[in-house]
């Protein structure tokens, strides 16, 4: 039997681990922290269950789904409550509406558009103009191989003010990133795709069949009792002495055709590694590999701060929360609009999905990314739980003092996957591939949602135990 050691248990790493357990190969894990899961985080009290880090999977992906159902968690599975699915978007300290029927940026019902408050009426304008510019949008569609920044490619479909408006926020709420460093094959592949056969992405999305939550099932799903039961369901079913917690990998090394993995605790010989680290990690340990494979991955990487506000029953008749999923804050731009602190998002949990709050009470989760999160990645709780409510009653009205408060902090948890990013990985496989028994997993390569990191995860582990299947 082989020796193999994943190095990361977050749920890239656990996920590998519990997949060569299915396989009968037992392996080594080793996770830095006093726990497994990484990100993915749910804390229970008082009714409420709190996600510390993601709070669901995309629908339209199905391998979070599956993976919760071979655990035996089908009954858990839980639907976002897509009926009051509606995004607002804080402007002037106003909460403005998104149109009906938005698919991203970008809309399915162009009446729909018509008096949003949201758009000028030269926004407006652009996008009933892009259909029109079919033609001329296919001719100057991206060639295969080439990138360019998504800011790059929504301003050519719609203009500067849907830019800065919707994408902005949008991407910096799914990838924490800039959208004028964010590259658009790798964050908006199917939408590159769109413009490469049908020129206009609104004419596009038209000629698509309906997709989950668009007359489907819901746009996302999780689990009643919160996605750290995937976390915690996979640990379970690994051997308790396979898994050293507070064991940092501090180095690997090529051995005599092995792997040498050197912890706090000592050192060990594998076949085999498959290394789960968040970037910053991988790029520290692969140096030493093959210093020109570790400066291939995402230089740079956003924090997020999660702070948490779980209000009883009594409080939540004092709010006037609207309906919908949560809101959006554009990013400040030079000169004016919100402060460089300002939140970037905040999610009505309690509305978003069933089973989060006790009825009549009211969770909400408000997000600090980007420069804000790294300004304040340090501040105490206190100070962040503060700035957050006053940041929330300017869009919520005055809140009430909650039942309690929780505050997360994630470093460098989203790497930013700037323009040319697939290129950089397709040359980091390819000098990996000359370090055998070496697997890099995790959310620096191809995709920081977790059924993507799911899927990889397990068939890394699969490949392992029968490369030639
Ligand atoms: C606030 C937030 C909200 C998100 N929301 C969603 C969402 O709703 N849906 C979604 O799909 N995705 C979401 N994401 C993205 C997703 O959660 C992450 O991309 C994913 O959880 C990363 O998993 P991972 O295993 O690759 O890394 P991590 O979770 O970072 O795990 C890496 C593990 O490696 C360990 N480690 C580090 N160094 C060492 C070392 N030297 N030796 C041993 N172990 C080490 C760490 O302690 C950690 O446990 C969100 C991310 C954030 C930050």
Redesign the pocket.
Known sequence: MKHIAV????????TAAWQLTQLDQSCTL????AR?????ETERRDGFVIEC??????AEKPWARELAIELGLEDEIIASNDFQRRTWLLRDGQLLPMPDGMRMMVPTRLDALEGSPLFSQEAIRAYAAEPSRAEGLRASALPEGQDESVASFVRRHFGDEVTRTIAAPLLAGVF?GDVEQLSVRSVMAPFVKMEQEHGSLIAALNARPPKPGHGGTSIFGSLRSGLGTLAEKMSEALPTASVHFE????ALAREGGQWRVSTTQGSGLFDAVLL???AN?TRA?LARLDAAAAALLPVEASS?I?VALAYDRAAARHMRVPEGFGYLVPPPQAGQGPSAESLLACTFVDQKFPHRAPDGCVLLRA?FGGDAAERLLHAPESELITRAEAQLAVALGPLPAPAFSLVRR?PL??PQYATGHLDRMRELEARVAQLPGLTL???AYHG????D?IRQARSAARALVAPEA
């Not at 497994?36 to 993915?40: H, N, T």
């Not at 880090?53 to 995309?58: A, M, Y």
């Open positions: 190095i990361g248990g977050g749920i890239s790493g656990l080793f996770e830095a922290s497994v899961g990484g990100i993915v880090g993601p709070d669901s999977w995309v924490g064991t940092p990998v501090q789960a680290t968040p990690a340990l997020a999660v997000f994630w948890s989203l997993l995790g959310n920081v949602g977790l059924p990191l």
